[in-house]
């Protein structure tokens, strides 16, 4: 990672010598926050020559990214053990400049190359998947059914290094140039978007008389529980 | 399109024969919603031989998907006219299931394969940005300053045929297994997430006394705007 945060665009900086140690444990950092915060990845694989694009669930745990599917999908299969490139992007803003062109979107994002390698151990599959849920639904696997022998042998479960990954960040407000500043008249700056949590809806079939647990209760939106 | 909601994980279903015209029609109804409620896609191409994923802007107009980079970028140049995937997915919840494997997300996604074609015509590459434009600040063009010659000489336009497309939804609450429903005593449910707008941020170099247009002014939360 370095002035990666190009490696889209600019792949040819994916080795850099000149960065400096600090600025890659903060890199480091923002690349987990990233990953970290993101719910869906956008998982780009090789299918019959072409790429193809689909979001899918992950997991981070140090430095591995966590992705699964279904044993089924015998082509995904293939695909998701060649070369892959993981994106998660969370868009924070609208930037609105005083010229066309210059209008942006503020983010975060992380994009993680490399090829997958399939779990076998079964302990290891198992804390996969406990990464996965609890990435995508904190302190939720303690208390629910784990998966039985059934399930996991009809779940590929992969592993991706973080080796090659890079973070690229944009904030702040629009990039005028001088003369439009300067000409004035119109309104310039950043509508900021995010995420939010809405109340919990029970599922059609629960029981009555069974809460909302503590770590769902403590995701949604305080402001849109219910006072109690 | 198709059965194609599932065209990332089956794709030897993209052609399909058997549809009905009435669900061929629903779905590119869903198919523009989707596209057109996304703020950013994810841009799939072929670079070295491997999938490159990134987060980019686009916009809709009729059955064509609009793209644009830059110039300058000529790796990137090449690989956004080969096969390229793009995927828009729109978060909608997270699916809390009665076990770890049936944990989920709500969401809308479509996903377009093909082959970009630059348009080089003048006035429909003008258009093509307008389109792009609008689609992340509707309403903000007709009082922005247009694209000069030098910065259309600097912009690569893409046009996305979105013959090749599918949407995929996945709604409502978890699909538990019958034993796990009958066990009872595990809370099941969606909590939805949803993407919410800021109040405005005035950029830092705006001239005073210039109000919060009205495109950007409607497009916030009314909740969070200041009483007037």
């Given at each position: 990672?370095?002035?990666?945060?190009?490696?889209?665009?600019?792949?040819?900086?994916?080795?850099?010598?000149?960065r400096?140690?600090?600025r890659?444990?903060?890199?480091?950092?923002?690349?987990?926050?990233?990953?970290?915060?993101?719910?869906?990845?956008?998982?780009g694989?090789?299918?019959?020559?072409a790429?193809?694009?689909?979001?899918?669930?992950?997991?981070?745990?140090?430095?591995?990214?966590?992705?699964?599917?279904?044993?089924?999908?015998?082509?995904?299969?293939?695909?998701?053990?060649?070369?892959?490139?993981?994106?998660?992007?969370?868009?924070?803003?609208?930037?609105?400049?005083?010229?066309?062109?210059?209008?942006?979107?503020?983010?975060?994002?992380?994009?993680?190359?490399?090829?997958?390698?399939?779990?076998?151990?079964?302990?290891?599959?198992?804390?996969?998947?406990?990464?996965?849920?609890?990435?995508?639904?904190?302190?939720?696997?303690?208390?629910?059914?784990p998966?039985?022998?059934?399930?996991?042998?009809?779940?590929?479960?992969?592993?991706?290094?973080?080796?090659?990954?890079?973070?690229?960040?944009?904030?702040?407000?629009?990039?005028?140039?001088?003369?439009?500043?300067?000409?004035?008249?119109?309104?310039?700056?950043?509508?900021?978007?995010r995420?939010?949590?809405?109340?919990?809806?029970?599922s059609?079939?629960?029981?009555?008389?069974?809460?909302?647990?503590g770590?769902?209760?403590e995701?949604?939106?305080?402001?849109?529980?219910?006072?109690?």
């Amino acid at each position: 990672m370095t002035e990666t945060p190009r490696i889209p665009l600019s792949p040819t900086t994916r080795s850099t010598l000149t960065r400096s140690k600090e600025r890659a444990r903060i890199e480091r950092a923002e690349l987990d926050a990233v990953l970290d915060a993101g719910l869906v990845c956008h998982l780009g694989v090789l299918l019959g020559g072409a790429p193809v694009v689909l979001p899918t669930i992950y997991g981070r745990e140090g430095d591995t990214l966590y992705l699964h599917g279904s044993t089924g999908a015998g082509n995904m299969r293939a695909a998701m053990t060649g070369p892959v490139s993981v994106a998660v992007t969370l868009v924070d803003g609208v930037v609105y400049a005083r010229s066309a062109m210059h209008f942006s979107m503020n983010f975060r994002s992380a994009v993680v190359h490399g090829r997958p390698v399939e779990i076998t151990d079964p302990a290891a599959r198992v804390n996969a998947l406990r990464v996965i849920t609890e990435h995508a639904a904190p302190g939720a696997w303690s208390r629910v059914r784990p998966p039985s022998k059934k399930e996991l042998a009809a779940t590929m479960v992969l592993a991706l290094d973080l080796t090659e990954a890079s973070v690229k960040v944009r904030s702040g407000g629009p990039k005028d140039d001088p003369a439009d500043i300067d000409n004035g008249g119109v309104w310039a700056g950043v509508l900021p978007v995010r995420q939010a949590w809405g109340e919990p809806i029970d599922s059609a079939d629960l029981e009555s008389g069974l809460a909302v647990p503590g770590d769902v209760r403590e995701r949604a939106e305080p402001s849109l529980l219910p006072v109690r």
